[in-house]
């Protein structure tokens, strides 16, 4: 298998150069068992702060737009290098000007199984 750190190094770059910082929030594990690993025991979210993240507005909801199909405003595609989590649809973005993101599919591009970027949907 090839290695794609390069992709990956230009990935984070591109982010990093057009990006905005964001907090990445995954919501309460709630497990009837305490003494599992995946309860995390402090009963609050886990933040994981200052990702890059850079938005563009979403060309498939302009599109149905433009058809005159109803479509939730402010949908936009996100675009996130590599990060040492695995992001879930249960997650949510929180924004640099403090706005919220939900959201609604995660496209991994990984050739070899190595992430290199993930192309999020979401609705703010």
């Not at 850079?54 to 990060?83: C, I, T």
């Not at 249960?90 to 990984?110: F, L, Y």
Request: net charge negative; proline share 7%; charged share 20%.
């Amino acid at each position: 298998m090839a290695v794609y750190t390069r992709q990956v190094a230009s990935a984070k770059r591109m982010i990093a150069k057009y990006g905005q910082f964001c907090n990445w929030v995954k919501p309460i594990v709630e497990v009837d068992d305490p003494d599992s690993p995946w309860n995390n025991g402090a009963g609050e979210p886990t933040t994981y702060e200052k990702i890059k993240i850079v938005f563009f507005p979403n060309p498939k909801h302009s599109l149905a737009r433009a058809q005159g199909g109803e479509v939730q405003v402010g949908a936009s595609l996100a675009y996130m290098a590599a990060v040492n989590f695995v992001p879930s649809l249960e997650d949510t973005i929180i924004k640099a000007d403090g706005s919220h993101a939900t959201i609604v599919a995660i496209d991994k591009i990984a050739p070899n199984g190595e992430p290199i970027l993930f192309i999020i949907e979401c609705n703010e």
